[in-house]
């Protein structure tokens, strides 16, 4: 199986987000022929206040990032895990922050929608508060891609190991993190907290990121990019720098099996909730 991972600039402008992910998708598939392409996180959007994110949010299954990657998936039959969209809700007056996937037929196969909410102020002052906005999902969710399994997550999803373990436990072989990591925190945390996930899970972790800057009214977001692919014993495989690209390897999924047969941690797991004396 052959995957890409499509490192993207996005701005607070929807068409020319919705255009340039589907020119790096064409991209990837006449260079690489990949099987499985993901997005990154706020793909369709990013930055704006909440009027403008409110107005950009599709309703799924409407909207024209949906019908765009939907499209791109059955014309060129591959898997697109669709990084994320802002989706409107149902009710209430927060949007989601959701991940769509489509088969190679561009049959909708999965929804996630983003667990952990970005409340955060980093050492640079800047504060984000996610949940202004967004409500976070509920549900853990994998999917069947071929004869594997992948796990969904989105961005600070990363610093939340319990949900990863969730993932593996559902049986993901393959873990897809879309994200738009601040550029402050990845280039201390991106890598290792990437590589220390697909170490614990002993999967393959692919991570496709936003990069640059990102004018939000006046300020600019900046985002660190390099997207990575790490393998289940926590190489980097494959890793973008900081500009728009793509990034694509070849993953073996015997090497999941391998790897667990070696270090068999999911038989050696401890459930602290039977075994730990009450006080
Ligand atoms: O966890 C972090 O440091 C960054 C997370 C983030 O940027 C996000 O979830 O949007």
């Known amino acids: 199986m052959k995957v890409s991972l499509i490192q993207m600039n996005s701005v607070s402008?929807?068409?020319?987000?919705?255009?340039?992910?589907?020119?790096?998708?064409?991209?990837?598939?006449?260079?690489?022929g990949p099987d499985w392409v993901?997005?990154?996180?706020?793909?369709?959007?990013?930055?704006?206040?909440?009027?403008?994110?409110?107005?950009?949010?599709?309703?799924?299954?409407?909207?024209?990032?949906?019908?765009?990657?939907?499209a791109l998936a059955s014309r060129h039959k591959i898997f697109i895990h669709a990084g994320s969209i802002l989706e409107k809700?149902?009710?209430?007056?927060?949007?989601?922050?959701?991940?769509?996937?489509?088969?190679?037929?561009?049959?909708?196969?999965?929804?996630?929608?983003?667990?952990?909410m970005f409340d955060v102020t980093t050492p640079d002052g800047a504060q984000y508060r996610e949940s202004n906005s967004f409500a976070p999902g509920e549900a853990v969710v994998t999917y069947p891609c071929e004869d594997m399994i992948v796990g969904c997550s989105i961005?600070?999803?990363?610093?939340?190991?319990?949900?990863?373990?969730?993932?593996?436990?559902?049986?993901?072989?393959?873990?897809?993190?879309?994200?738009?990591?601040?550029?402050?925190?990845?280039?201390?945390?991106?890598?290792v907290l990437c590589r220390a996930r697909a170490i614990e899970t002993q999967t393959f972790f692919?991570?496709?990121?936003?990069?640059?800057?990102?004018?939000?009214?006046?300020?600019?977001?900046?985002?660190?990019?390099?997207?990575?692919?790490?393998?289940?014993?926590?190489?980097?495989?494959?890793k973008a720098s900081d500009g728009v690209g793509i990034v694509s390897t070849r993953i073996d999924l015997s090497q999941v099996d391998r790897v667990r047969r070696q270090i068999p941690v999911a038989q050696h797991k401890v459930r602290f909730d039977l075994s730990a004396p009450e006080h």
């Open 206 to 238: 692919c991570a496709p990121a936003q990069t640059g800057a990102h004018v939000v009214g006046n300020e600019k977001r900046l985002t660190y990019g390099h997207s990575l692919v790490v393998d289940p014993w926590g190489h980097v495989i494959a």
């Open 38 to 70: 993901s997005l990154p996180e706020c793909f369709d959007f990013l930055g704006g206040d909440r009027a403008a994110k409110f107005e950009a949010a599709e309703k799924l299954p409407d909207g024209p990032a949906y019908a765009a990657m939907q």
């Open 155 to 191: 961005c600070y999803d990363l610093r939340f190991p319990d949900l990863f373990q969730a993932l593996a436990a559902r049986g993901a072989q393959m873990i897809a993190l879309p994200a738009a990591f601040t550029q402050q925190t990845g280039k201390d945390h991106w890598e």
């Open 89 to 116: 809700p149902e009710q209430g007056d927060r949007l989601h922050n959701t991940t769509v996937v489509f088969d190679r037929g561009g049959t909708e196969i999965a929804r996630y929608r983003k667990i952990h």
């Open 13 to 32: 402008d929807k068409s020319a987000n919705i255009e340039a992910a589907a020119r790096l998708i064409e991209r990837a598939v006449a260079e690489e």
